[in-house]
């Protein structure tokens, strides 16, 4: 219980809610000044992406969009820690926007009730600083990646399924993109999958710190590696990606008569 004699000013919101933070290694005030300054757009907002936003909003980062269509269902809550019960049916965009104006009033969230598609993919993210890519079809992930790589945005992709998880980052033009991984929309992936609200979080989690630590200017993996994470054996692997010279979205144009 606050007491009352404590006529002590309260400290500037900024100051206090990030000091914590400001102490790590290769953070600092610079660092986080770069995450008010910055813009991220999350697409989604459910399991994966509504982690990474709540983690982000909490760091500090200036402005969050948040793409993500339709109403709240019953079955998205076992993950979709942004969301609440007394939203259902409402949009997600929406309720997830009011979740984390109430976590941090000093982060701009937008919401926009679209999911990511070849049509407002580029108009999207070129608003942006970074992209923290979570939708659950690849068709959205790989319009999200080419509009990356068209505008020069960096990527963080993070994925889950079951029991597995899978982190992808893409920082620079010489690094890999996720087309060099998967080039085409798998025909058989199917939206409905299995999911554990723990394991989205933890891949969620992981996002968000790669977003900060690329904005941030933090020591950090390499981008272009694939993490591979077993979480029902909390075992991981890191796979090196390779550039393909003849991918439709990163690879070199083909020389000219």
């Not at 007491?3 to 102490?23: F, V």
């Not at 998205?76 to 949009?91: C, E, F, H, V």
Request: with cysteine.
């Amino acid at each position: 219980m606050t007491d009352s004699t404590d006529s002590r000013p309260l400290p500037p919101s900024g100051e206090d809610r990030y000091a914590w933070q400001e102490a790590v290694t290769g953070f600092g005030a610079e660092g986080q000044k770069r995450l008010r300054d910055a813009t991220v757009l999350v697409s989604r907002v459910g399991g994966v992406g509504g982690t990474a936003a709540i983690y982000l909003a909490a760091a500090g980062i200036g402005r969050l969009i948040l793409a993500h269509a339709g109403p709240l269902r019953l079955d998205d809550l076992n993950r979709q820690i942004l969301m609440n019960t007394p939203g259902l049916g409402q949009s997600r965009a929406d309720v997830a926007t009011a979740t984390l104006a109430s976590l941090n009033p000093d982060v701009a969230v937008e919401a926009v009730p679209e999911n990511i598609s070849p049509e407002n993919a580029l108009r999207l993210v070129r608003r942006c600083d970074l992209v923290v890519s979570a939708a659950p079809l690849f068709s959205e992930r790989l319009a999200m990646n080419a509009a990356a790589v068209a505008s020069g945005t960096p990527l963080v992709d993070a994925a889950m399924y079951d029991m597995e998880a899978r982190l992808f980052v893409r920082e620079t033009a010489s690094d890999p993109c996720l087309a060099c991984l998967y080039p085409a929309d798998p025909p058989e992936w199917n939206r409905r999958f299995p999911v554990l609200g723990a394991v989205s979080g933890t891949i969620g989690s992981l996002a968000a710190l790669a977003a900060i630590q690329v904005l941030a200017d933090m020591p950090r993996a390499a981008a272009g590696r694939l993490t591979h994470l077993d979480l029902s054996t909390l075992s991981q692997q890191h796979v090196i990606i390779q550039r393909r010279d003849t991918c439709p979205v990163c690879g070199k144009p083909p020389l000219s008569d």
